[in-house]
């Protein structure tokens, strides 16, 4: 790569920031759906149709520090909050959540996370709005199982299935598309 090839980015970034087209990190706020989770940015020129539908599913395998929010777990916030400011309708979002590895203890109710990690759960409260707005929030099996997670210890709403692997193929027969970040 050569060096105007690699400066090309940094002028389009400029360019963008200048002209507005980007929001400044202030103008990130709560709303409409959450009011504590999930900030977002206006960006101009962005429209949906009125019957635009999404049926995304997110896949979590990374914890956050203990007592601490997972930021991937915000992005389900974030994108319902974002779509609805935007137009999609609330009824048109069907977002789930597949939970393992490492991120599957935060699927435990706080007074049993705090035992295992000196710390109340970070997550319960939002993982509760999100399954009150509708998100699907599955928890593999397997990786409860390494963990030592028993069912009866998920916070209420959270469904286990066999594995992250089996809930990702039945959201994908059921017409979802994987959220790559």
């Not at 959540?97 to 970070?122: C, D, I, Y």
Request: aromatic content about 8%; charged content about 20%; overall charge positive.
């Amino acid at each position: 790569m050569t060096k105007v090839t690699r400066k090309v980015p940094l002028v389009l970034a400029v360019a963008f920031f200048m002209t507005g087209e980007v929001s400044a990190k202030s103008d990130f706020e709560y709303g409409p759906v959450f009011n504590s989770f999930g900030k977002h940015a206006p960006v101009e020129g962005i429209s949906f149709t009125e019957n635009q539908a999404f049926k995304v599913a997110f896949d979590v395998a990374k914890s956050a520090k203990p007592g601490e929010v997972n930021r991937k777990f915000e992005s389900l916030a974030r994108f319902i909050n974002m779509h609805v400011a935007n137009g999609v309708k609330q009824e048109n979002l069907s977002l789930a959540l597949v939970v393992h590895g490492s991120a599957t203890e935060e699927m435990l109710k706080s007074e049993l996370f705090k035992q295992r990690k000196g710390q109340p759960n970070g997550n319960e409260a939002l993982l509760t709005a999100l399954m009150k707005q509708g998100v699907e929030v599955i928890v593999c099996g397997q990786s409860a199982a390494a963990h030592g997670v028993e069912k009866n210890a998920l916070i209420d709403g959270i469904k286990m299935d066999l594995s992250a692997m089996t809930a990702h193929a039945r959201l994908a027969q059921q017409g979802y598309s994987v959220n790559p970040f």
